[in-house]
């Protein structure tokens, strides 16, 4: 703690915080899993299928439409323990991956009032969470995600070496069946050799407050660092699992095939083989690897 001196002490005395407006401060978590489809043919090891949690309010605003869990922060309490609480409590998980995805200021985002979100993405083991709705939620329940490029269009702004590029993505996130689908555009500036992004929901779709452009910036994020660094996809597995289901990890966050031979040098350092096999009815024994532990030690 920063030591005051005596002109400081003075001024702290005479200060007034009640003269400026002051913002209610949230967090909202994006959390993502990886779970088999249930669906899927006994005979071969079943599809993973990138999951999102979300619960449906059960209070104004946005009463049963569907949203991000979250909440507000408690006096004396820091926004990423606001997050580690909430997190447990929808998911009763403790311990998980968490990265702040961004922070959400726009004046008309919550019609309560000034209320800024600090967004986290988590990532976990679905299959250890005992999901469950919060306070103001009636339910809460884990949908399949997709995310899709409905149209994008190119501007040059002035010369070469300023251009803008409008994306419109298509969110789809389906749950039995309760189908919710939401367009939000990305505006991406170049100018003076620097860059800017910018989000617009054209389409909520079921979605609460801003949430369809939050689901969309964390999913974004998820695959980004995943291309840079694939040691965060771990985050989504068990402890143990076959090298197949590790790629299929991949491919599912990247939403792109990936050639074994490639995928397997790739990560050869990430992961120790077990005398542990992966046994079931319809396809044969397959090893079972963890993660080496060392290799996750080394910073990024």
């Not at 452009?213 to 998820?222: E, N």
Request: a negative charge.
């Amino acid at each position: 703690m920063k030591k005051e001196n005596n002109d400081e002490k003075q001024f702290l005395k005479g200060y007034d915080i009640t003269k400026y407006e002051r913002p209610s401060i949230a967090a909202d978590i994006a959390v993502f899993s990886i779970m088999p489809d249930e669906k899927d043919n006994y005979r071969k090891l079943p599809e993973q299928k990138l999951r999102l949690l979300l619960i449906r309010r059960g209070a104004h605003p946005f009463r049963n439409d569907w949203a991000l869990p979250g909440g507000f922060a408690r006096k004396g309490e820091t926004v990423r323990e606001t997050a580690n609480r909430e997190l447990f409590e929808e998911t009763h998980i403790k311990r998980a991956y968490m990265e702040l995805v961004d922070v959400y200021s726009d004046k008309d985002r919550d019609p309560r009032g000034w209320i800024i979100s600090n967004t986290f993405m988590a990532l976990m083991d679905g299959n250890k969470c005992k999901h469950r709705a919060g306070d103001d939620a009636s339910e809460a329940q884990w949908f399949d995600i997709e995310l899709e490029k409905e149209a994008e269009e190119r501007n040059f702004l002035k010369g070469e070496d300023s251009i803008e590029i409008d994306t419109v993505y298509c969110l789809k996130l389906s749950c039995d069946d309760i189908k919710l689908s939401s367009r939000v555009k990305e505006v991406k500036s170049y100018q003076d050799y620097h860059e800017s992004v910018s989000y617009n929901i054209l389409e909520s779709g079921g979605l609460a407050f801003d949430h369809a452009m939050i689901i969309v910036c964390a999913l974004k994020k998820l695959r980004e660092i995943t291309e840079i660094d694939g040691r965060i996809a771990f985050n989504l597995m068990p402890e143990y699992f076959t090298l197949t289901q590790l790629q299929k990890a991949f491919e599912t966050i990247l939403d792109e095939e990936l050639l074994a031979a490639n995928f397997r040098r790739k990560i050869a350092g990430l992961v120790n083989e077990t005398d542990k096999v992966l046994e079931g009815a319809g396809h044969r024994p397959a090893k079972l690897f963890k993660r080496n532990v060392e290799a996750f030690y080394k910073s990024r």
